[in-house]
């Protein structure tokens, strides 16, 4: 890939920071204090990476829901930046491109029970709310922005792909940045969905480790300028950067990846190639790292098959955020950045340190294992994003 696309500083909103010095201080020290049991509206219990309702303020927008509560905390930490893009190329050549899964479930239960009880949905419902473009299109509405809008639903892979698509437009000269990034919350319809599934741990996740028994789920934002100049003061060759990109599809279950790790291994090969790099180039893995037993196992596989004995350091960070499903990869991109930009310490991953003997060994970066002067010449990291139906995308980072 031979265009250079810059990604801004990320305005951030999580259970484990609100903005991306809180995130990156949590998930280099382990802080998991932002996962707590919860009790949804079906009496059920789960561990959950909920934001405190209390760090939230009433959006702007025409529908104040949690969701855009939400996403408008982490907008607010780079609207600076946006105003400058949209002075600098006009508000018809810069894009939203954004992940999410959730469009509204957070009225789905009770707006539903009421309509069965009662015959009418209550008064603050309306269907756009549980639009899939809302969260986009909220975007475009507050800054107004002209060009493309769209929202990408892929599971746990949805805002790599809007990522992707919006370098794409970039580079098709389409457009000249883009607000990119994700959203999505734990809400009861989330919570009681995953255990029907049975992939709701009962724990907090514990990825990788023999004892594993599924994920936790969280609430959570971050969004970046994607641009093809530095947005702000900052000097280009200080700059974050999107260096490359892969994807594929498995197409072996509606919920399963492939076990073998084929999808998961073409898709982080296609990364990358797309980067012009070689495996021994790539200084830091945030793995996709649920904590199922599939995930994990395929996941260890395709690392190990294309880094073989490199053993690049890699953690997970889905047990200090959750799993926040389209927000993920946009999150775990952040993380990333964070440890491209301090280059003194690595996401550490928090288990219980009992490997799976049926897994491929990896570099696991945990508190036995800390090796902080791995991160002192980290310029390239690789953020993978495995989602239902085998959606894979990785995204290759650098500085």
């Known amino acids: 890939m031979k265009t250079t696309l810059y990604l801004s500083k990320p305005g951030i909103m999580s259970c484990a920071g609100k903005n991306i010095e809180e995130l990156w201080q949590s998930v280099t020290s382990g802080n998991q204090d932002g996962i707590k049991k919860v009790t949804t509206c079906t009496g059920e219990e789960f561990y959950a990476a909920r934001i405190a309702d209390s760090l939230l303020k009433p959006a702007a927008a025409r529908y104040d829901m949690r969701i855009i509560r939400i996403e408008e905390a982490a907008l607010n930490q780079i609207a600076d930046d946006i105003n400058l893009a949209l002075e600098k190329y006009g508000p018809e050549r810069i894009a939203v491109c954004l992940g999410s899964c959730d469009n509204g479930t957070e009225f789905s239960i009770a707006g539903h029970r009421k309509f069965f009880s009662e015959g009418s949905f209550p008064k603050e419902y309306n269907i756009e709310m549980q639009g899939a473009d809302y969260v986009a299109t909220y975007i475009s509405e507050r800054f107004g922005i002209k060009g493309p809008s769209a929202t990408f639903s892929t599971a746990c892979s949805s805002s790599a792909g809007a990522m992707i698509k919006a370098a794409e437009m970039i580079m098709g000269g389409l457009v000249d940045a883009a ?221």
């Not at 009962?202 to 969004?223: C, M, Q, V, W, Y």
């Not at 599809?249 to 790099?277: F, N, V």
């Open 179 to 399: 607000i990119v990034g994700g959203i999505d919350i734990a809400s009861d319809t989330t919570l009681v969905g995953f255990n029907a599934l049975e992939a709701v741990s009962a724990e907090i996740t514990n990825p990788f480790s023999k004892n594993r028994h599924g994920i936790t789920l969280g609430d959570g934002a971050a969004f970046f300028i994607l641009s093809r100049e530095p947005i702000g003061s900052e000097e280009a060759e200080n700059c974050v950067k999107l260096l490359g990109w892969g994807e594929s599809a498995d197409a072996y279950h509606m919920t399963s990846p492939d076990p073998s790790g084929a999808g998961a291994q073409k898709a982080i090969q296609r990364a990358l190639e797309s980067a012009e790099i070689e495996p021994a180039d790539v200084g830091y893995i945030n793995m996709h790292g649920t904590g199922t037993k599939f995930n994990d196992s395929m996941e260890a596989k395709a690392i190990a098959s294309i880094f073989g004995q490199v053993k690049v350091p890699v953690s997970t960070t889905k047990p200090v955020t959750g799993h926040t499903l389209g927000a993920a990869a946009a999150l775990e991109t952040a993380i990333c950045w964070a440890a491209l930009k301090e280059k003194k310490r690595l996401p550490l991953q928090i288990w219980d340190g009992q490997r799976d003997p049926e897994l491929e060994e990896l570099n696991i970066i945990d508190k036995n294992n800390a090796k902080s002067n791995d991160a002192k010449k980290l310029k390239v990291c690789l953020s993978n994003s495995f989602a239902f139906g085998g959606a894979n995308a990785c995204l290759v980072v650098g500085i």
